[in-house]
């Protein structure tokens, strides 16, 4: 009977212990990401001058990974996809939809984790995004008004800065929030039969998370 206790014992002390980020570690989250643009764009030139574009926020689910190369000193690749519409702005107004673009925007983050012992374990970081447009396609009303539209955007490279806390639920799952802000730049080419017109984009989105993580 004295055996069991101690074992009971221990067993609950080992649950109570937080689990540690340690070197050579890696956590995996699933999170549901909200991607919001807070962007500014040019004018449609050269045949819109007075008129501009704005872009739809997005929700997805979003897989990270992150390494700990030492216990405060993590480093994380997320993997997501996202559907953005395009709509028209000032004169472009009554067209609604001008566009719709699948972005693809590899994340590549530095972390410093301020408590990897603890419960509660905020963090910060700082890294670079490549961002891949593709699947663009310009709307109906859009080619109703102008005539058949080809749409291209130019892929972006960019950093990123994001901010985050993990709350242990368990020994190794814990709940995990966590915000982005990144840079991302495009251009937008709209190619009418011999005409083009160009647009420039600074979406640099802030991209708020939720989810589950697993530590290995």
């Known amino acids: 009977m004295k055996s069991v206790c101690i074992l009971a014992v221990a067993a609950a002390v080992t649950c109570a ?11 995996v989250r699933a999170r549901a990401i909200l991607v919001s643009p807070t962007e500014k764009a ?19 689910p979003e897989v990270d990974v992150t390494y700990f190369v030492k216990p ?3 480093v994380e690749l997320i993997a997501a996809t996202t559907k953005h519409k395009v709509h028209g702005e000032g004169s472009l107004t009554g067209v609604g939809k001008v566009a719709d673009t699948w972005v693809l925007p590899p994340t590549l983050t530095l972390q410093y984790h301020f408590a990897p012992e603890a419960k509660v374990r905020p963090y910060v970081g700082v890294g670079v995004n490549y961002t891949h447009f593709y699947s663009e396609k310009a709307s109906s ?3 109703t008004a ?5 749409v291209h955007l130019k892929d972006s490279f960019g950093y990123d800065l994001q901010a985050g806390v993990d709350v242990q639920l368990q020994r190794n799952l814990f709940l995990n929030l966590d915000v982005k802000y990144i840079d991302i730049d495009t251009t937008a080419r709209l190619t009418t ?7 420039k984009v600074s979406l640099d989105p802030i991209v708020a998370g939720v989810g589950i993580g697993v530590r290995f």
């Open 17 to 27: 212990v937080p689990a540690q980020a340690e070197q050579g570690n890696v956590h």
């Open 42 to 60: 040019s004018p449609v030139l050269p045949t819109f001058s007075t008129g501009s574009v704005s872009v739809t926020a997005s929700w997805a």
């Open 72 to 74: 405060h000193i993590g």
């Open 141 to 143: 009303s859009l080619q």
């Open 146 to 150: 102008i005539g058949s539209t080809a």
């Open 193 to 199: 039969g011999t005409l083009v017109n160009r647009v």
